[in-house]
């Protein structure tokens, strides 16, 4: 992010008690929250538009988790992320794709009147004075209180070996049903590798996934460590089965491209050859590598935060989303990460001296308010 000096900075055109960056299920997650504590001047930006990162999955990529419309007993859908929604309820459907996904948040944002700013791409941040300077190519924004909330897919990660360059990161692809080829070889088996995998594998491709570790058998029940229900029932289909082969413990060294053909290299020299783009599912970079120097860093890299999700360095600077990390909690699924927009709402709320008593009430209600992470932890047999 540029440092810039005063002389540089745009034009500053409106002042707020909080900005909340990036309009994905975090950020109008939070942006519920906030407007539920009585919060009224605040503004909700992104880059693009509502949900746009979810409009961006590929055509045929679906939820993992289940939404299923069980709020009547207060339990709250899955994928919902705001007390008393449920994208069961209102779309039917039980694994949305990221586009369906991308139109209920639309949808969302339209019923609660979220103060929405698009098309504004903030490209460098500055505290001067008590204030936060959120800096586009044509104004700068003034905010109290900054929630970053711009995810991990539009900052996907390229794997980290020689020639990643030459292969197309999963993020990219608009629909694997109109990929040129017929074999396909992915580096990386967690979900995006296994669901690209499915995908291809269906349209009657031959598909080789090679992952550094096992995803496939890891025994944790978290989510986020190891694969989710419905991608291991994905694996039991007959034309995953017959044209999908795991390669687990194989960790690509290199990729080069010679003549019209692609020779994937592992540590142990051994060499996979394609004639089609090798795919990258290596995950994601992550934003708060974007806004770095407004957290301390942990030792795992994610940005270090006070119990509040602000930051431990800069007041009125928190952070919502997948890359919310407590000790060895990852909040990385929005049934995990919801659970926390009711700690910064409130945190914020009351640093403008605002009541939150029934708020909070009212989110805890719903299993919406997670401040005593001692729960968490993983699914034990014998428990
Ligand atoms: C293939 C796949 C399947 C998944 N399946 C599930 C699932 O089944 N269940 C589940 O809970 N999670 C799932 N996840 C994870 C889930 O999608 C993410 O955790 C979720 O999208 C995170 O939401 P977010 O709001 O933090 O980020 P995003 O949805 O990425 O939203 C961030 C927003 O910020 C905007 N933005 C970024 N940078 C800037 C900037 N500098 N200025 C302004 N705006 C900016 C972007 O345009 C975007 O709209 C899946 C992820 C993938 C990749």
């Known amino acids: 992010m540029a440092t810039g000096d005063d002389n540089a900075l745009p034009e500053i055109t409106e002042s707020y008690d909080v900005i909340v960056v990036g309009a994905g299920a975090a950020g109008v997650g939070v942006a519920i929250a906030i407007q539920h504590t009585g919060i009224k001047n605040f503004l909700l930006v992104d880059r693009e538009s509502v949900g746009a990162s979810f409009a961006s999955w590929p055509d045929e990529t679906r939820f993992i988790t289940p939404s299923f419309p069980s709020n009547s007993i207060g339990m709250l859908d899955l994928n919902s992320i705001a007390i008393g929604v449920s994208p069961a309820f209102s779309m039917r459907i039980e694994h949305p794709t990221g586009k369906e996904f991308a139109t209920h948040l639309q949808s969302l944002a339209d019923y609660f009147e979220l103060p929405v700013k698009d098309k504004t791409d903030i490209i460098a941040i500055e505290k001067h004075e008590e204030v936060f300077h959120l800096k586009t190519n044509s104004e700068t924004l003034i905010a109290k209180n900054i929630v970053w909330a711009a995810g991990e897919y539009q900052y996907p990660t390229q794997g980290g070996f020689i020639g990643s360059e030459l292969c197309i990161h999963t993020s990219s692809v608009e629909r694997y049903g109109e990929m040129d080829g017929d074999d396909f070889l992915i580096i990386g088996g967690y979900e995006s590798g296994i669901d690209a995998a499915y995908h291809l594998a269906r349209n009657g491709n031959n598909v080789q996934v090679l992952d ?52 994937v290299t592992t540590e142990d020299d051994t060499i996979f050859e394609t004639k089609t783009q090798p795919l990258l599912a290596t995950g994601f970079d992550g934003s708060h590598k974007f806004v770095s120097h407004l957290f301390e860093e942990r030792p795992d890299g994610f940005p270090s935060l006070t119990e509040q999700d602000e930051s431990t360095i800069v007041p009125g600077m928190f952070l919502c989303g997948p890359s919310v990390r407590h000790d060895g909690h990852i909040f990385c699924f929005i049934f995990k990460f919801r659970q926390r927009f009711a700690i910064v709402a409130q945190a914020i709320a009351s640093s403008f001296k605002l009541p939150t008593e029934e708020f909070i009430e009212a989110y805890k209600g719903w299993g919406m308010y997670l401040d005593d992470l001692s729960c968490c932890g993983q699914e034990c047999l014998s428990c």
């Open 212 to 263: 550094a570790n096992c995803p496939w058998s890891e025994e944790s029940s978290d989510p986020s460590i190891a694969l989710s229900t419905f991608s291991f029932e994905r694996m039991l289909d007959d034309k995953f089965k017959s044209n999908v082969e795991l390669y687990a413990e194989t960790r690509v060294k290199s990729v080069t491209l010679e003549g019209n053909t692609y020779h």
